[in-house]
């Protein structure tokens, strides 16, 4: 069977300010081993779509512990920091970078607006449209759906899916974006790209925990089309919650706060890291 090469997927966000949405973003843990290969596309199919709904149904609602690291050419490498996140359906997401000192940024993502703070610096920002400006509908509801893996491409994709020895190969088109995904012998996600004509977003999943249904990716890693910026997130725990509570979302910024870039949040981390 012939190996198809396909180019690892890069993600598409713009310059400035903005990129700080993608810095919210991420995933990693360890690969457990593949069950034995589904015979034929269909069976693929069948593999692939089952696991992506039980894992969309087990976090619908969630809570993760993790390490987020970004590098790129507009932000150079930045010190690693700890994280708490909290999604909800259709498109919550709460998350919190801490440090020794206490909170060192904390950003709240809605449908398509994001508000962030840096309680240390008094900065903030607001800003809507994020979804134009990253290139993809819905961040909140991708950024929650990337964690779970949980992409189910149409089925007419599967009908001119290409197989290869390692999975395989998937094109379509949705909600005028082109999208393309990479699955693994076992229906699990390699890759998936997003491309709006102008910008790219791409997920990779290196790693994951656990086998079968279980399995979750313990290693998620976002990138734009020019690698600007790439995030990955390494996954400490990953829980799934009951219920949402709308305080966790509610973020609201002070009166006479600066807005605040990427220069700013790395001369934050840069203090962070010399008092370790």
């Known amino acids: 069977m012939t190996r198809t090469s396909v180019s690892t997927l890069q993600s598409a966000m713009r310059s400035g300010v903005s990129r700080v949405g993608l810095v919210l973003l991420g995933l990693a ?30 976090l619908r609602i969630c809570e993760l512990s993790a390490v987020l690291r970004v590098d790129g050419r507009a932000t150079g490498r930045l010190p690693a920091v700890s994280v708490t996140a909290r999604l909800a359906e259709p498109g919550r997401v709460r998350l919190q970078a801490r440090w020794l000192l206490g909170v ?7 449908g398509d607006t994001l508000v962030a703070w840096m309680p240390s610096e008094r900065l903030g920002l607001r800003l809507p449209g994020l979804g134009d400006t990253l290139g993809v509908t819905e961040p909140a509801r991708f950024l929650r759906r990337a964690l779970a893996a949980g992409w ?7 009908r001119a899916a290409t197989a290869d020895s390692a999975g395989a190969s998937l094109a379509w088109q949705e909600a005028g974006h082109d999208w393309s995904m990479r699955v693994d012998r076992a229906g699990r996600p390699r890759d998936v790209e997003v491309s709006d004509g102008a910008r790219r977003m791409s997920v990779r999943y290196p790693e994951w925990k656990g086998a079968g249904g279980d399995a979750l990716p313990s ?4 990138a ?7 995030v990955r997130i390494e996954i400490e725990d990953l829980r799934p919650l009951k219920r949402a509570k709308s305080s966790w979302f509610a973020l609201e910024l ?23």
């Open 104 to 110: 060192l940024l904390d950003a709240s993502l809605t």
């Open 29 to 58: 843990v360890f690969a457990g081993c593949a069950p034995p290969v589904p015979q034929g596309i269909e069976s693929l199919e069948a593999a692939t779509r089952t696991q992506a709904e039980r894992r969309e149904a087990r």
């Open 219 to 222: 290693r998620l890693e976002l």
């Open 254 to 276: 002070p009166e006479g706060v600066a807005p605040f870039g990427f220069e700013e949040l790395r001369r934050a981390l840069a203090v962070k890291e010399g008092s370790r």
């Open 152 to 158: 189910q491409p149409p089925r007419e994709a599967w």
């Open 224 to 230: 734009d089309g020019d690698g600007a910026v790439r």
